[in-house]
Nanobody, 121 residues
Framework: QVQLVESGGGLVQAGGSLRLSCATSGTIFSISASGWYRQAPGKQRELVAT???????NYADSVNGRFTISRDNAKNTVYLQMNSLKPEDTAVYYCNAVVWATPGGSVRTYWGQGTQVTVSS
């Protein structure tokens, strides 16, 4: 019932920028939290950034100061602005959302399919 679709990935040179988007659709009452994760080749999936419904954000040390998570509540879309990209940022990036489908209903976590980000040196 809830679908997350990432977009904005691609190939960029080191030092460049990309903005990822994650559009959430379906039966949604509210989104409690949103996040971005990534998985690089040969590594486990790791947290990149999160944002609560109150607007508080947290970042992994490796991206702090370079990446910014934001949201557009009217569009149910969360963004990840990535600046000063490094080759080690190369990974598949996934968004997730903790969603209340209906008032008083259950909360569930949903994941997108991922978008590839490749940073060349």
């Amino acid at each position: 019932q809830v679908q997350l679709v990432e977009s904005g990935g691609g190939l960029v040179q080191a030092g460049g920028s990309l903005r990822l988007s994650c559009a959430t659709s379906g039966t949604i009452f509210s989104i409690s939290a949103s996040g971005w994760y990534r998985q690089a080749p040969g590594k486990q999936r790791e947290l990149v950034a999160t944002m609560t419904s109150g607007g508080n954000s947290n970042y992994a040390d490796s991206v702090n100061g370079r990446f910014t998570i934001s949201r557009d509540n009217a569009k149910n879309t969360v963004y990840l602005q990535m600046n000063s990209l490094k080759p080690e940022d190369t990974a598949v990036y996934y968004c997730n959302a903790v969603v209340w489908a209906t008032p008083g209903g259950s909360v569930r976590t949903y994941w997108g399919q991922g978008t590839q980000v490749t940073v060349s040196s």
